[in-house]
């Protein structure tokens, strides 16, 4: 196995609103098109690019390198940020600051004392920055193509950050290209060496291959991997994350869908939904089949043949032949075709603030941000998948499944959700369909249905 090493997980971590404006001072947007932007500076606020040790009055000038740097992907940030300074002819100002109560913020915005053209925070926070007015629809500017999925991400992804068809913010930090790793929850390994002890006839590459790795296929498996009978018992699957959540994902299902009148709407309620509680309550009844301890606690001692962990626990396993795999297919979806990982209100997006006073400064910080977020000279579009397959996993094709899932993230529609009775109601009602064989999922699922709709859903739709 190679060694493992560290992994940054660059995670801005913001527990309240951060409000923010432009600088009265900072100039007018237009400029001479041979001169650039005229040396204009943009306020980058909340940024996980390391700050300039130039622009920090207490730093040491006699020191060499910057202090701010420790790992080679922040290295590649820095330079291609200074990179975008040169070329633009711009100065782009990172701060880290966040503030204590959001009234606070807007009172210092209002006032110009915060100068900000981008805005690096959680969810949440944007959302309600948007519905303040103070972002921009990051659809409506010419000067980036929010549309490119390549580049932003695709469209299923973004709905975290749209509120009634508008992009207000960018999710999980910005670009593609730039080299962060994408903190995003439910990947699914498994102990290669536990899973071999078994003696089983078929490893999970090959049930994959031959079409079996399905709910139906997997439950099969799952009792030939267990022994809780044993004086030291070995147990089917450890669990971090939500074995139902996961089990909707893969059987084409989601929280909150579309119904056929392009209307949001509840969406566990729906067959292929139901199906996947069903059997997510199946797996849980089997004696055996999943750990008792908590915080994969059974993993790492060796007595789990699989996980369902956020992928940064996956990364930093203690269990040296960790191997990566899709979590099996439900049966109402085709084969292949589905994604585990999911990621909440807590992650962090990027925004653009609006300027009222100088409207077109918007488009500028557009151009600033396109180019901002553009691949960077170190790694490029593809050699930071070389560096993280190589650094952290044990194979390739292990890298590409933790690829291909956070490309196609689910949003758990959190920040809808919490902060009120709603989401405890509805974990509560999952929880309790699958703990027991008794009772329908589905009246149990229908019972809140309307409670969601109305104080989740109307919002969605606008009304």
Same mark, same amino acid.
């Given at each position: 196995m190679?060694?493992k090493?560290?992994?940054?997980?660059?995670?801005?971590?913001c527990?309240f609103?951060?409000?923010s404006?432009c600088?009265?001072?900072?100039?007018?947007s237009?400029?001479?098109?041979d001169?650039?932007?005229k040396?204009?500076?943009?306020y980058?606020?909340?940024?996980f690019?390391?700050?300039?040790?130039?622009?920090?009055?207490d730093?040491d000038?006699?020191s060499?390198g910057?202090?701010?740097?420790?790992t080679?992907?922040g290295?590649?940030?820095?330079?291609?940020?200074?990179?975008i300074e040169e070329?633009?002819?711009?100065?782009?100002?990172r701060?880290?600051?966040?503030?204590?109560s959001?009234?606070?913020f807007?009172a210092?915005?209002?006032?110009?004392?915060?100068?900000?053209?981008?805005?690096?925070?959680p969810?949440?926070?944007?959302?309600?920055?948007?519905k303040?007015?103070?972002?921009?629809?990051?659809?409506t500017?010419k000067?980036?193509?929010a549309t490119?999925?390549?580049?932003w991400?695709s469209?299923?992804?973004?709905e975290?950050?749209t509120?009634?068809?508008?992009?207000?913010a960018?999710?999980?930090?910005?670009?593609?290209?730039?080299?962060f790793?994408?903190?995003?929850?439910?990947a699914?390994?498994?102990?290669?060496? +536990?899973?071999?002890?078994y003696?089983v006839d078929?490893?999970?590459?090959e049930l994959i =291959?031959n !079409?079996?790795? $399905? #709910?139906?296929?997997f439950?099969d498996?799952?009792?030939?991997?267990?022994a809780?009978?044993?004086?030291?018992?070995?147990y089917g699957?450890s669990?971090?994350?939500?074995l139902?959540t996961?089990?909707v994902?893969?059987?084409?299902?989601d929280?909150?869908?579309?119904?056929?009148?392009?209307?949001y709407v509840?969406?566990?309620t729906?067959?292929n939904?139901v199906?996947?509680?069903?059997?997510?309550r199946t797996?849980? +009844?089997m004696?055996?089949?999943i750990?008792?301890?908590?915080?994969q606690e059974?993993f =790492?001692? !060796?007595n789990? $043949? #699989?996980?369902?962990?956020?992928?940064s626990n996956?990364?930093s396993?203690?269990i040296?032949?960790v191997g990566w795999l899709p979590?099996?297919y439900?049966?109402d979806?085709?084969?292949g075709?589905?994604?585990?990982?999911?990621?909440?209100?807590?992650?962090?997006?990027i925004?653009?603030l609006?300027?009222?006073d100088?409207p077109e400064?918007?488009s500028v910080v557009?151009?600033v941000?396109?180019?901002?977020?553009?691949p960077?000279?170190?790694?490029?579009?593809?050699?930071y998948?070389e560096y993280?397959?190589?650094n952290?996993?044990?194979t390739q094709?292990?890298?590409?499944i933790?690829?291909e899932?956070g490309?196609?993230?689910?949003?758990?529609?959190?920040?809808e959700?919490?902060?009120s009775?709603?989401?405890?109601?509805?974990?509560e009602?999952?929880a309790n369909?699958?703990a027991?064989s008794?009772?329908?999922?589905?009246q149990q699922?229908?019972a809140i249905e309307?409670?969601?709709?109305?104080?989740v859903?109307k919002?969605?739709?606008?009304?």
């Amino acid at each position: 196995m190679k060694k493992k090493i560290v992994l940054l997980m660059v995670c801005i971590v913001c527990t309240f609103m951060i409000f923010s404006a432009c600088d009265n001072n900072t100039g007018g947007s237009s400029g001479n098109q041979d001169e650039g932007l005229k040396g204009e500076e943009f306020y980058f606020r909340g940024s996980f690019i390391a700050e300039d040790p130039r622009d920090d009055p207490d730093a040491d000038p006699s020191s060499a390198g910057n202090p701010y740097i420790d790992t080679a992907e922040g290295e590649a940030m820095f330079d291609h940020c200074m990179k975008i300074e040169e070329e633009l002819n711009c100065k782009i100002i990172r701060i880290s600051d966040t503030y204590t109560s959001t009234s606070e913020f807007a009172a210092s915005y209002a006032t110009g004392q915060t100068p900000t053209d981008i805005l690096c925070a959680p969810f949440a926070d944007l959302l309600d920055l948007y519905k303040s007015e103070m972002l921009v629809d990051l659809y409506t500017l010419k000067t980036l193509d929010a549309t490119d999925e390549e580049k932003w991400g695709s469209e299923q992804r973004k709905e975290a950050t749209t509120y009634q068809g508008a992009l207000y913010a960018f999710p999980v930090q910005g670009s593609m290209y730039f080299p962060f790793t994408d903190k995003y929850n439910g990947a699914f390994i498994y102990n290669v060496d +536990l899973y071999n002890s078994y003696g089983v006839d078929m490893t999970p590459a090959e049930l994959i =291959e031959n !079409g079996l790795w $399905t #709910f139906s296929g997997f439950q099969d498996l799952l009792s030939d991997v267990m022994a809780p009978e044993l004086d030291r018992p070995k147990y089917g699957i450890s669990l971090v994350n939500s074995l139902p959540t996961i089990a909707v994902y893969a059987n084409g299902g989601d929280v909150i869908i579309k119904n056929n009148k392009g209307e949001y709407v509840f969406g566990y309620t729906t067959d292929n939904a139901v199906h996947a509680l069903e059997w997510a309550r199946t797996i849980t +009844l089997m004696d055996g089949a999943i750990a008792p301890n908590s915080f994969q606690e059974d993993f =790492e001692k !060796g007595n789990a $043949t #699989f996980a369902l962990v956020p992928a940064s626990n996956a990364i930093s396993s203690a269990i040296s032949t960790v191997g990566w795999l899709p979590f099996p297919y439900g049966p109402d979806v085709e084969y292949g075709t589905t994604y585990t990982s999911y990621f909440g209100y807590h992650e962090t997006g990027i925004s653009i603030l609006k300027h009222t006073d100088d409207p077109e400064r918007e488009s500028v910080v557009g151009t600033v941000v396109n180019a901002l977020f553009e691949p960077t000279d170190k790694y490029g579009k593809t050699g930071y998948d070389e560096y993280m397959a190589r650094n952290f996993f044990n194979t390739q094709e292990d890298y590409e499944i933790y690829k291909e899932h956070g490309l196609n993230m689910h949003y758990d529609w959190s920040k809808e959700m919490i902060g009120s009775s709603v989401v405890t109601t509805f974990q509560e009602a999952v929880a309790n369909a699958i703990a027991s064989s008794g009772g329908s999922i589905r009246q149990q699922m229908e019972a809140i249905e309307e409670n969601i709709n109305e104080n989740v859903c109307k919002d969605l739709n606008g009304k």
